[in-house]
């Protein structure tokens, strides 16, 4: 079980320009059908800045591809989501993934997403970590309801819709139970089978610290 923590920043002397936040990403993903012509494959991520305590969403539809594949895009739309250099640490249940970007394994199949991954990476210091599915990490946990919910939907969530989940996830008591981001996400899912579109207005999360957001230049 993974909480939100604020990390601290140790040197007062970083600036802007050379201050690199520390980041948390949940990658996972999900096809539905698996290997058919018709599969349904959508990636979900939790990306935290733990500086800022800024929790940022990520849910999109990949289309009719492979689920390994899928896990590796997960991974590239999260870190996508960066707008600087940061120190990141990628938790995933894929040991497809994490295998091979610590080097076990030989990118010998699916190089064009490999090579989309390399290419995100690039720029940031991260460290891979493989975390069991479906064992208590509920950040993970929420990362797999998202990417269930764009491969069930077959569209991306609307950037609206992710900042209401992101409060509901970052509002969990102590991370101990993601429920009500659940009832939060079957609602837009729902919603989507009804309608084409939808907005919402959203409170925005808000902090004071001093430290750039990793999604912001």
Request: proline share 3%; charged share 25%; net charge neutral.
């Amino acid at each position: 079980m993974h909480a939100l923590k604020r990390e601290t920043e140790k040197s007062c002397g970083k600036t802007a320009e050379n201050y690199a936040p520390l980041v948390t990403i949940y990658a996972d993903a999900s096809c539905l059908r698996n290997s058919d012509p018709n599969a349904s494959a959508g990636c979900g991520a939790v990306i935290i800045d733990r500086n800022r305590m800024e929790i940022k969403l990520v849910a999109k539809y990949l289309g009719p591809i492979t689920n390994q594949q899928a896990e590796v895009l997960a991974c590239v739309k999260a870190l996508e989501e960066l707008r600087r250099p940061c120190r990141v640490e990628i938790f995933s249940d894929s040991i497809y993934v994490i295998d091979t970007m610590t080097g076990r394994n030989r990118m010998k199949t699916n190089r064009p997403f490999w090579g989309r991954l390399v290419e995100a990476s690039l720029g940031h210091h991260i460290t891979w970590r493989w975390v069991k599915g479906h064992n208590g990490a509920t950040f993970q946990e929420a990362a797999d309801r998202l990417a269930r919910a764009a491969s069930t939907a077959k569209r991306d969530l609307l950037s609206d819709d992710l900042d209401i989940l992101a409060e509901h996830l970052s509002k969990e008591d102590n991370q101990l139970s993601i429920r009500s981001f659940e009832i939060e996400l079957d609602k837009i899912v729902s919603r989507y089978e009804v309608f084409d579109s939808s907005e919402y207005q959203v409170q925005e999360l808000t902090g004071v610290t001093a430290f750039p957001s990793a999604f912001s230049v």
